[in-house]
């Protein structure tokens, strides 16, 4: 069965600089979650879309964007990134009314800024 | 959101059950109560998921007391591989965009 695939597995900044994470929900899943998690940390909510528009925000910095396009895959943009953005950052994808909002995990974007 | 409490950490043995209580005494009629799992450097995985009384799928049971205001996780014969850090999560269901993973709990499973 399909997946969540996220894009890039891995990723090496330098700080000050710019990221786009890009996220591919599973087919037909219309709602897409964003997560940061810090080493040794908890998952952090960052940021929700339903439907391609923006439905929830989380402790998102005002240095991140995000947006979810047309054919519903999301991309989190990162900018002036510091050294405390080194993360796991993992999109989420669910299909709200069926079977509970059960969210489907993708593996994660390691990002590392030096 | 429902704040939730669990234990920190928990050791355990292969083949034995185990079994974690979130508490969450907030917890609105409108509720539901979602355990994920989550090995290092992976993304949380769903376990199972229930609004009162007892849910059983192929990996585990949640127990519901009346009041709703804890459950219990029932892990059946763990073995090595189930080594992993559990969430418990409470949020509406159809409404639950905003999702908030506290501090899960650090199961050791020994051989």
Known sequence: ?114 | LAKTTQPISMDSYEGQEVNITCSHNNIATNDYITWYQQFPSQGPRFIIQGYKTKVTNEVASLFIPADRKSSTLSLPRVSLSDTAVYYCLVGDRDGGFKTIFGAGTRLFVKA
């Open chain 1, 1 to 114: 069965a399909a997946g969540v695939i996220q894009s890039p597995r891995h990723l090496i900044k330098e700080k000050r600089e710019t990221a786009t994470l890009k996220c591919y929900p599973i087919p037909r899943h219309d709602t897409v979650y964003w997560y940061q998690q810090g080493p040794g940390q908890d998952p952090q909510f960052l940021i929700s879309f339903y439907e391609k528009m923006q439905s929830d925000k989380g402790s998102i910095p005002d240095r991140f964007s995000a947006q979810q396009f047309s054919d519903y895959h999301s991309e989190l943009n990162m900018s002036s990134l510091e050294l405390g953005d080194s993360a796991l950052y993992f999109c989420a994808s669910s299909l709200l009314g069926t079977g509970g909002n059960e969210q489907f995990f993708g593996p994660g974007t390691r990002l590392t800024v030096l």
